[in-house]
């Protein structure tokens, strides 16, 4: 997706500064507006807020601290710069009282003053946008979702954390979200144009894990037929996360922290150095000081990684988030697959509240598109939780026809099969089972 251009307002009452400032402007990649008073520049604000203002000081009418002053808490939303040979010490200050970003005497900083003040209040405005979704039912922050205590206090630290280039790591029960945590640190902080990569050091062997972080040339070894970017300069200017870092191999992480210490790189079999600038966010579902204790895992990479810890709480503690959990992935798979989305009947909530929930939002959201197939209604029951969910919660209803193993089982299959229009792998992944323990059952039943 293509961003728009932010909108740069310039604002001056002589002619020539002011057109000579606008081609400047449009030059750099923004989108320019003119305005010649403060009183024409408000004017426009009032109709569409700009990302960045330059403007003069002295003007007729409406001069530059007056037309900042009138533009309150927008102030706020706005890189504005003033551009002025008139630059006194009390002025300046006022200014930036104001809501001035910077005050320059001459345009010579221009372009760079505008890019870090256009990030900075790009920024501004996306935690505000967060903090409004965090007011809303789903009570969501990025790409998080829930309202809890410990998230709202996760919430707090991201957004205390996110504009820096800190290393970060974050710890917690596997199904937490630890990914999506480091997606959003990525999304909130300056570097969210670059990319966000995420690797986990689990999957890869000892021998492929240097490969796949620093890249290697052309006939470094017998199978590297080509030159090969790694994880470090495929995130350049963006985001690196390692997860299951505790996993890395012992010979490949004094490498690692040599490459956090110097912010460079060299491909194997290369005979150069490649400066980088990555953030690198780490996770894992162990506690890290016990695999620094256990020998898993270098002191001092710990020490290098653990500048900012998040540990992420388990769903199990975070109680008034299960159920709105669960209406959010409801209403999302029955988009999915183009089902209604059932009512609740009155067990339903606390049958899932009842649940310890060991796999966290992993294991709920994987209940809730496991129902949303294969539930036929009129509601959602604590039955159907026990039924699809394989756990015993509560105690049928005693007015309940019971059902046998074996019917419930053939039941669901064929609903997973419908819902799947016929594809046996994706039916096959609904149900928890194998493709191949599918096929069995099914030719099973055909012989009933």
Known sequence: MVRPRPTVLVVDDDDATRNGLTVLVESWGYNPLEASDGKAALKICDDDLPQAIVTDLMMPGMNGLEFVTALGERAQKIAIVFVTGQATIDTAVQAIKLGAYDYLPKPQRLREVLEKGLKQVSLAREAGALRQRLESPLGSYGALIGKSAPMRRLYQQIGQIAPTDAAVLVSGESGTGKELVAQTLHDLSPRREGNFLALNCAAISPTLMESELFGHEKGAFTSAVDRHLGCFEQADGGTLLLDEITEMALEIQPKFLRVLEEGQIRRIGGNKNIPLSVRVV??????????????????????????????????????????????????????????????????????????????????????????????????????????????????????????????????????????????????????????????AKLTLYSKE
């Open 282 to 439: 780490a996770a894992t579902n162990r506690q890290p000081a016990a695999a620094v204790k256990e020998g898993q895992l270098r002191q001092d990479l710990f020490y290098r990684l653990n500048v900012f810890h998040l540990e992420l709480p388990p769903l199990r503690e975070r109680g008034e988030d299960i159920a709105l959990l669960a209406g959010f992935f409801l209403e999302t798979f029955a988009a999915k697959y183009q089902r209604t989305v059932l009512p609740w009947n009155a067990d339903f909530a606390p049958a899932l509240q009842a649940h310890s929930w060991p796999g966290n939002v992993r294991e709920l959201r994987n209940a809730m598109e496991r129902l949303t197939v294969l539930t036929s209604g009129p509601n959602l029951t604590a039955k159907d939780f026990q039924q699809y969910c394989l756990t015993a919660l509560v105690e049928e209803p005693s007015d309940l026809a019971p059902m046998s193993l074996a019917e419930a089982e053939r039941q669901a299959i064929e609903r997973a099969l419908s819902a799947t229009g016929g594809n046996k792998t994706q039916a096959a992944q609904l149900l928890g089972i194998t493709p191949k323990t599918l096929n």
